[in-house]
C-alpha cells in the first residue's frame, strides 16, 4: 500500500518496484530499480526516507525516521539509503545512513544517526549503536557492533552482486502493470 501522509505522497520511480503487501507513507523517495518486498515498512511521516538506485529492502523490514524537537539533534534523524544496499529480511533501520554498497545482515538494527560507510557488511542480528561510524570496508558484527576484519575482494564483489540480484528477483516477481 503507498499512502500519503498530510499532503506528502511518496515519491516512487516507475521502474522501481514496491510489493503490494508492503506500506510506504509519506515523505518517501524511490529511486530506479530499488525493490521493496512483502512486509516492509516504510514510514516517511515526521522526516524523509531515500532509497537509492537497485537498493533492496527485504521482507519484514522497518524503516522510520525521527522529527526536530529538543530530544533530537537540530532537523531530527532523516534515513538515507545509498545505491546497491542490501537490507536483508527483518531489518530495523532509524533515522540513520547507509552509504552505497553496503549490506545489513538479516535482524539487524540501526540506530538514529549511525552512518555505515560504502562497501561495509554488518553481520545478522547485530545492533549498531547510535551515533556510530561504520568504517568503509570492513565486517562488523555483534550487539553492539565491533569490527571484525577487512572484507575481502570477493564480498566487496557480492555487495554489488546482492544488489543486482534482487533486483532482477523483484522484476521476476513483479505482477505487469495494468
Ligand atoms: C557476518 C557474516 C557475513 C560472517 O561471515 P563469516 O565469513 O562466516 O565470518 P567470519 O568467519 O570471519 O566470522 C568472524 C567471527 O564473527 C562471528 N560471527 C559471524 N557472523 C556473526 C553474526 N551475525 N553475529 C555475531 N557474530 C558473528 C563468527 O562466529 C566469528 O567469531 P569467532 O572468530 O569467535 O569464531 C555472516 O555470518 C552473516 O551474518 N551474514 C549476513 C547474511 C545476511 O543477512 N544477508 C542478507 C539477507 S539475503
Redesign the pocket.
Known sequence: MIDPFETHEPDIHPDAIVHDMAFVSGRVSIAKQANVWPMAVIRGDINVITIGARSNI?DGCVLHVTHDSRFSRPGGEALTIGEDV????NVTLHGCTLHNRC??????IVLDGAVVETDV??????LVPPYKTLESGY?Y???PVKQ??ALSQQ?LEFLVY?AGH?ARLAKRTAKPKT
Not at 86 to 89: D, E, L, Q, S, V
Not at 103 to 108: P, T, V
Not at 121 to 126: E, K, L, Q, R, T
Open positions: 527485504q542490501t537490507i536483508g529480511h549490506l545489513i545482515g538479516m535482524g539487524a557488511m554488518v553481520g545478522a542480528g547485530s565486517l558484527v555483534g550487539s571484525i576484519r564480498e546482492s534482487y
